[in-house]
T-cell receptor
């Protein structure tokens, strides 16, 4: 069974631009979560979706948004990029919300110049 | 609120020896799950092992075992017979239920990680 896929793998943007990251979960998984990983802040939870509904949200500004489609694929959008948004963005999928194990994709490394 | 603490920024171990990576947690959730993940330099997070707060037995998965001590709120990862490929960052994580019925869940919270280096 194919794992979680994320596109693109690498991205370079400039301040003020916006970016959309994509995540395709493992087949049959209906929950998708997003995380931001930086050397200074570690792994921080962004949001979680299940059945196209946001179920949990982390403490990030409104510039960070996401959505989930009916096929469980998810996208994350960051508007008005700031230098501090440079990070590895990880997507994880699980069967459902709860104590089900989350399986991670390879991540998208975003660099903001 | 949940908190995961990994007090060892870095650990070194000789190949074929066992190593214990420490993890303590703090939560008021009625039940919770504990996870360990491995992150090699490539960046991908690899799931290793899971322990439920009501599980009676310590979890084991191949060379990985979780030393769960609920009263002490610790969930240490033990890697037996270390291999060079075990060199990576290791994260402890927890997710709890927000209600006694176990139908509402909080977010998955990660510790700061421990870098493990296996020497030949």
């Amino acid at each position: 069974k194919a794992g979680v896929t994320q596109t693109p793998r690498y991205l370079i943007k400039t301040r003020g631009q916006q970016v959309t990251l994509s995540c395709s979960p493992i087949s049959g998984h209906r929950s998708v979560s997003w995380y931001q990983q930086t050397p200074g802040q570690g792994l921080q939870f962004l949001f979680e979706y299940f059945s196209e509904t946001q179920r949990n949200k982390g403490n990030f500004p409104g510039r960070f948004s996401g959505r989930q489609f009916s096929n469980s694929r998810s996208e994350m959008n960051v508007s008005t990029l700031e230098l501090g948004d440079s990070a590895l963005y990880l997507c994880a999928s699980s069967l459902a919300v709860g104590r089900h194990t989350q399986y991670f994709g390879p991540g998208t490394r975003l660099t903001v110049l | 609120a949940q908190k995961i603490t990994q007090t060892q920024p870095g650990m070194f171990v000789q190949e074929k020896e066992a190593v214990t990576l420490d993890c303590t947690y703090d939560t008021s959730d009625p039940s919770y799950g504990l996870f360990w993940y491995k992150q090699p330099s490539s960046g991908e997070m690899i799931f290793l092992i899971y322990q439920g707060s009501y599980d009676q037995q310590n979890a084991t998965e191949g060379r990985y075992s979780l030393n769960f001590q609920k009263a002490r709120k610790s969930a240490n990862l033990v890697i037996s017979a270390s291999q060079l490929g075990d060199s990576a960052m290791y994260f402890c994580a927890m997710r709890g239920t927000l209600n006694a019925g176990g139908t509402s869940y909080g977010k998955l919270t990660f510790g700061q990680g421990t870098i493990l280096t296996v020497h030949p």
